[in-house]
């Protein structure tokens, strides 16, 4: 069984600032690792996967995150926080051979001007 | 490409009464999930399907019910409409090796159980 834990349930940063999301998750086996952004309703956008390839896997708008095995964490940074990025934020855990995902509680980040 | 369409967006239903959620997708997808969301719980699966007839329970499935006629649709059947049912309820799929591949997700259905 896997399971995802996200830290921080609110995140606030100020417009040009860093962003840091963090994840930790557990896994028996290989796991693939998702970010996922919500927007205010509206459906989930994948930003980035991890499926045992590169460690730091780098996604859209500028969104990156490191597969840390030693630490079982997938933290998400962005070096410069956009108005635009205001959202919740998943992380999402499934088996490399598996399909079913198990999500986090999400973090909502807010982005002050 | 449409992707993951699903109707209706929004819905108000009475206790008791029942309805069905649609989804479609047209990327050939074997796999697809119903998925709702309360805040702060992030997203719990209620039933999947690895292909066209055959379903299966996901972690919080009691009160629904699936089927999975054809590869593109997959509906979520509510028969007795329950307070604890108010959620956005999401459809997804993904192709065979889903973990490679990633999910593509619905745009969600609202629904309010008064």
């Known amino acids: 069984a896997q399971s995802v834990t996200q830290l921080d349930s609110h995140v606030s940063v100020s417009e040009g600032t860093p962003v840091l999301l963090r994840c930790n998750y557990s896994?028996?086996?290989?796991?693939?690792l998702f970010w996922y952004v919500q927007h205010p309703n509206k459906g989930l956008q994948l930003l980035l996967k991890y499926t045992s390839a590169a460690t730091l896997v780098k996604g859209i708008n500028g969104f990156e995150a490191e597969f840390k095995k030693s630490e079982t964490s997938f933290h998400l940074t962005k070096p410069s926080a956009h108005m635009s990025d205001a959202a919740e934020y998943f992380c999402v855990v499934t088996l490399t051979n598996d399909y079913k995902l198990s999500f986090g509680a999400g973090t909502t980040v807010t982005v002050r001007a | 490409n449409a992707g993951v369409t699903q109707t209706p967006k929004f819905r108000i239903l009475k206790i008791g009464q029942s309805m069905t959620l649609q989804c479609t997708q047209d990327?050939?997808?074997?796999?697809m999930y119903w998925y709702r969301q309360d805040p702060g719980m992030g997203l719990k699966l209620i039933y999947y399907s690895v292909g066209a007839g055959i379903t299966d329970k996901g972690e919080v499935p009691n009160g629904y019910n699936v089927s999975r006629s054809t590869t593109e649709d997959f509906p979520l059947r509510l028969e007795l409409a329950a307070p604890s049912q108010t959620s956005v309820y999401f459809c997804?799929?993904?192709?065979?090796?889903?973990?490679?591949?990633?999910?593509?997700f619905g745009s969600g259905t609202r629904l309010t159980v008064v």
């Open positions: 990327m050939n997808h074997n796999y």
């Open positions: 896994s028996s086996y290989s796991p693939s």
């Open positions: 997804a799929s993904s192709p065979q090796s889903g973990g490679l591949r990633g999910y593509t």
